[in-house]
């Protein structure tokens, strides 16, 4: 069975700082591309960042762009997304989740697993 299980959202004031981790478990993870996604209330799914599966390559939204870092630990089966710099819009729960592929796509629709989700929430 295939298992995505995120960690380390919570609270923090607008300017500090985040690390999510994604741990992935029940198949082999090395030959796809990893991203994060988030979606606040109210509003649609959004692409945050994404990385390929060596590492090598990644991608980002420009409204993170600066901010945010994502990596992953082939090894470990991991992928991390580090926040800095937050601010109040970034609020909302974050989702990692597995691309039918290694393209560092941005569309949800191209992502087959997913995890259930850590709420971040950045206060003003």
């Known amino acids: 069975q295939v298992q995505l299980v995120e960690s380390g959202g919570g609270l923090v004031q607008a300017g500090g700082s985040l690390r999510l981790s994604c741990a992935a478990s029940?198949?082999?993870?090395?030959?796809?591309?990893l991203g994060w996604f988030r979606q606040a209330p109210g509003k649609e799914r959004e692409f945050v960042a994404a990385?390929?599966?060596?590492?090598?390559?990644?991608r980002y939204a420009d409204s993170v762009k600066g901010r945010f870092t994502i990596s992953r630990d082939i090894p470990k089966n991991t992928v991390y997304l580090q926040m800095n710099s937050l601010k109040p819009e970034d609020t909302a729960v974050y989702y990692c989740?597995?691309?039918?592929?290694?393209?560092?796509?941005?569309?949800?629709?191209?992502?087959?697993?997913w995890g259930q989700g850590t709420q971040v929430t950045v206060s003003s």
């Open positions: 989740a597995r691309e039918n592929g290694d393209d560092i796509r941005t569309g949800p629709n191209e992502y087959d697993y």
């Open positions: 990385i390929n599966w060596s590492g090598r390559w990644t």
């Open positions: 029940g198949r082999t993870f090395d030959r796809y591309t």
